[in-house]
């Protein structure tokens, strides 16, 4: 095959999920089939397969609410780079959207940003994933960080912890927010007077802390060291540049920055700073790159 051609894109459904997680994984993405399952069964998922090798390219597409939608999980086989699969499949992720009248966002890294900016992506504000190290046995810690302000999540708090989703982050996502409290092992609080909540949920490498909504970077940290303090293992923190009091506390208890991330979207204004996508300064840490 010439480098310049493609394999043609195809619809993928659940059965397709057993080829895709291994592409996930093999990038070393923190990504579970849990993941995957909520693209197939709530958005688009586009791949190209060889007739050999099976599938060897994805890009996943996932409405928000008819507000706009994300883009991610752009994945090629180490093999197959650099032939056009993942643009001609990015742009089967736009089309899905725009049909359906939705800006495209999505969190790109330093390599995927030039590559974005060229199909007509702009820049809304940066992002960096912290990582680092919980241990559960700071049961004492748990404890003085709550102090009354803090409780556990009930199924009665879902509807009130969508609308504060939806307002910082731009798009009503329910149904995420649901799947994430289905799953085992998640961990979901809120604070008590309602203004602010957050989930930790186990990923493929790391447990992923995110979303975390609050009104002012004090009550996320206290949301955060709450949640720390029942957890153990390596931890993922996706935190916008902007909040730089949680950063400082994260690298106070021994976070380190990973990677950087900038958030991205396909509008037709001169600057995408004059579209409206929430109220970012109440998004204290996105649920991952895959979701925003």
Partial sequence: MAPSDTLP???????????????????????????????????????????????????????????FGFVSMVLVDAAWR??????SLMQACI????????????DATPEGAPVYEKLGFKPLFGLHRLEG??????????????SGAVRPFRDADLEAATALDAAAFGAARGFLLADFLRRDRVKAIVLADGSGFALARPGFRATQIGPVVARRESDAI????TLLASLEGRVFLDVPDRQAQIGAWA??????????????????????????????????????????
């Avoid at 190290?133 to 709550?146: C, G, H, N, S």
């Avoid at 206290?222 to 060291?225: F, G, H, S, T």
């Avoid at 204004?269 to 649920?287: H, I, K, N, Q, Y």
């Fill in 251 to 292: 690298a106070a208890r021994g976070f380190r920055r990973q990677r950087p991330f900038t958030r991205m979207a396909k509008v037709k204004v001169a600057t995408a700073a004059a579209a409206s996508f929430g109220e970012p300064a109440r998004l204290m840490a996105a649920a991952g790159p895959e979701f925003g």
């Fill in 222 to 225: 206290r949301l955060l060291e």
């Fill in 82 to 87: 650099h032939r056009g699969h993942a643009t």
């Fill in 95 to 106: 089309g899905e959207l725009e049909r359906q009248g939705m800006p495209p966002v999505l």
């Fill in 9 to 67: 894109a195809t619809i993928l459904t659940t059965e397709d999920l057993t080829a895709a997680l291994p592409l996930s994984v093999a990038a070393g993405w923190n990504q579970t089939a849990l993941d995957w399952r909520v693209f197939l069964d709530h958005g688009r998922v586009f791949g190209c397969r060889d007739e050999r090798h099976g599938l060897i390219a994805t890009a996943a597409c996932l409405p928000y609410d008819g507000s």
């Fill in 133 to 146: 190290e919980a241990r559960a046995a700071r049961v004492a810690e748990a404890v003085e960080a709550a």
